[in-house]
Structures are given as C-alpha cells and as structure tokens.
C-alpha cells in the first residue's frame, strides 16, 4: 500500500504520524509547493518576533 499526503501543514505531518502508526512500512509520499519544510503555521508569529528560533 502506499500512501499520498497532499501538503506539508501541521495537518499533513499528522496524517503521515497517524499512518505510521498504524503500520510503519507503508510507503508515504508528501507533496507541497511549498518552498520550505514542514512548519507550524500555529507559532510563526513568534518565529517572525524573535521569540521562538527555528
């Protein structure tokens, strides 16, 4: 079986997590336009004010 996650969103990196556990050796496959790695939308705020480092 493999598996395509559509975006690199908290929600995907959920889904690839979610699906790991329920069995480890499936193949996943995550695909975004997205120019840079997963990261959470939820604390770019502070990222950007220098509150939190990446």
């Not at 493999?2 to 690199?8: A, D, E, F």
């Not at 329920?22 to 496959?29: F, I, N, Q, R, S």
């Not at 997963?38 to 990446?54: L, W």
Request: aromatic share 4%; net charge neutral.
């Amino acid at each position: 079986m493999s598996i395509l996650i559509i975006g690199n969103s908290a929600a995907g990196v959920a889904a690839a997590e979610a699906v790991r556990q329920m069995d480890p050796l499936v193949e996943v496959t995550m695909v975004s336009d997205e120019p840079y790695s997963s990261y959470s939308r939820c604390v770019i705020r502070e990222v950007i004010s220098g509150k939190k480092k990446t």
